[in-house]
Nanobody, 117 residues
Framework: QVRVAESGGGLAQPGESLNLSCVAS????????MGWYRQAPTKERELVAF???????TYGDAVKGRFTIFPDRAKRTVRLQMNDLKPEDTAVYYC???????????WGQGTQVTVSA
């Protein structure tokens, strides 16, 4: 069984910063890909940042230049540094861990981020 647990998030004012952390635990060979997605009310889940097994990182257009992902495969963790937060960043943020081989995706329960003055 694989467990993905997120921490961090909360309330921030526009322009402030927040950190999210995620750790994967359980019985698996290794973490191949890891990253973050988010879902705002009435919207579909969207990519925030993901690094794949080939070490290629992709950022969502809405967060480029403001958010940075910090993966650590050895520790099975991934951190998301969010700077210059905007009200439109308000969403539930989900961690995705791609473990294997063979590859399987596991998701966390989500953590709320609210940006409001």
């Amino acid at each position: 069984q694989v467990r993905v647990a997120e921490s961090g998030g909360g309330l921030a004012q526009p322009g402030e910063s927040l950190n999210l952390s995620c750790v994967a635990s359980g019985n698996f060979v290794g973490v191949q890909g890891m990253g973050w997605y988010r879902q705002a009310p009435t919207k579909e889940r969207e990519l925030v940042a993901f690094i794949n097994s080939g070490q290629i990182t992709t950022y969502g257009d809405a967060v480029k230049g403001r958010f940075t992902i910090f993966p650590d495969r050895a520790k099975r963790t991934v951190r998301l540094q969010m700077n210059d937060l905007k009200p439109e960043d308000t969403a539930v943020y989900y961690c995705r861990m791609q473990v294997g081989p063979p590859l399987y995706d596991f998701w966390g329960q989500g953590t709320q981020v609210t940006v409001s003055a």
